[in-house]
């Protein structure tokens, strides 16, 4: 189960380019370099900025918790 991102990360760039960013929740092990594959289940919300790192830091782990909530379904 992941919380994935698809954007440009507009809290740090202003014209950034797109980037898919997968979260994978309650694991921890390196992955760098590895293949993966993803299926989309639900989308939880749009991209926004941030005005600062601990908001969007805080909003990651919201989006977590909402990832699953949605898989728990």
Do not use: H, W
């Amino acid at each position: 189960m992941a919380s994935i991102s698809i954007g440009r990360r507009p809290t740090f760039y202003e014209d950034g380019d797109v980037l898919v960013e997968a979260y994978l929740c309650d694991f921890d092990a390196e992955l760098y370099g590895e293949r993966g594959r993803l299926s989309f289940v639900a989308r939880l919300r749009g991209e926004e900025r941030f005005d600062s790192v601990g908001a969007l830091v805080r909003q990651i782990a919201r989006d977590v918790e909402a990832t699953k909530a949605v898989v728990a379904r």
